[in-house]
């Protein structure tokens, strides 16, 4: 039920917590942001993430996919995009509440599901193509194949088709069996939240995926210093977002952390070019193994 306070400010419909380790929680900094609701006229409370909620994040990001196999990272994809699919209304009110039109809303949702399909089927199939056998001057076997980076931090794109870029920047990550920290769009953490509660509801192991919500100003700093983050995907717009991009390159570098940023309206991401190998290929990395021939 919408409320007003005495001094007349706009109505607060929900308020939405952190999702961490596969729980909704409130920030330990107890701080809010007000963001507005285009569909009720009144607003929506968020948290406002803090820097110890980002160690929880982390820790619990660390634990992730525990060595489950290929195979069933994709089982749960599957399960993922189902849950979506028995949650569209809800997704696309959510897109709808930031202002966009009911048909577009529909639209991205359908789009987004089709993707999480998209990497489900991939889970236990790159691992394949980026494998090699290397031709070796010796009586030696010598084979690469990818194993995840680890913990990655993904900012996706500030506006927008909001499901849609979560979803096309978030699962190649987790697809390739790392743990995802994921900074929510602040001008619709709504929908983040909502796509969460998907998450919450189908077989995603606790800590997988990780979102914190409040001030990217505060919040990308923060994942760039933080060295138990082995990398960052940073989409940010080349001109409104310059300064922060070229700080979180700047703080990644001094951990030796691996840091993508990139243009986020370079890339069309309803068409196919915003899916596929590329995309899961920056966040492997490549072990190569030596044997002697005959042992």
């Not at 001030?215 to 940073?234: F, G, N, T, W, Y």
């Amino acid at each position: 039920m919408d409320t007003m306070d005495r001094t007349g400010r706009l109505p607060v419909d929900k308020t939405y917590k952190l999702f961490i380790k596969n729980e909704f929680v409130r920030s330990e900094s107890g701080r809010s942001l007000a963001v507005a609701n285009e569909t009720t006229g009144g607003v929506t409370n968020v948290s406002r993430a803090s820097r110890k909620d980002t160690r929880e994040a982390v820790i619990a990001a660390k634990a992730g996919w525990a060595g489950e196999t290929a195979y069933l990272r994709g089982q749960i994809l599957y399960r993922l995009a189902e849950v979506m699919e028995g949650r569209r209304a809800e997704l696309a009110d959510a897109r709808a509440a930031a202002g966009v039109s009911t048909d577009e809303a529909r639209e991205e949702v359908d789009l987004a599901i089709d993707r999480v399909v998209h990497y489900a089927g991939w889970t236990d199939k790159f691992g394949m193509l980026l494998s090699s056998t290397n031709p070796v001057a010796g009586p030696h076997f010598n084979v690469t194949s990818p194993e995840p980076t680890g913990v990655v931090g993904v900012v996706p794109p500030d506006g927008g088709a909001t499901l849609l870029t979560m979803v096309s920047t978030v699962l190649p990550v987790i697809a390739s069996g790392n743990g995802v920290i994921v900074v929510a769009p602040e001008r619709d953490p709504r929908t983040t939240i909502v796509w969460c509660e998907c998450i919450a509801t189908s077989d995603m192991p606790a800590g997988v995926v990780n979102v914190l919500t409040g001030l990217r100003s505060e919040l990308v700093p923060q994942l760039a210093k933080h060295m138990d983050i082995q990398a960052l995907d940073v989409w940010m717009s080349s001109t409104v977002d310059a300064a922060l991009a070229k700080q979180a390159a700047v703080d990644g570098a001094d951990n030796v952390k691996r840091v993508k940023v990139r243009d986020s309206q370079s890339v069309d991401w309803a068409s196919d070019e915003a899916q596929g190998l590329s995309f899961i290929e920056p966040w492997v990395e490549q072990k190569t193994v030596w044997h002697p021939v005959g042992l």
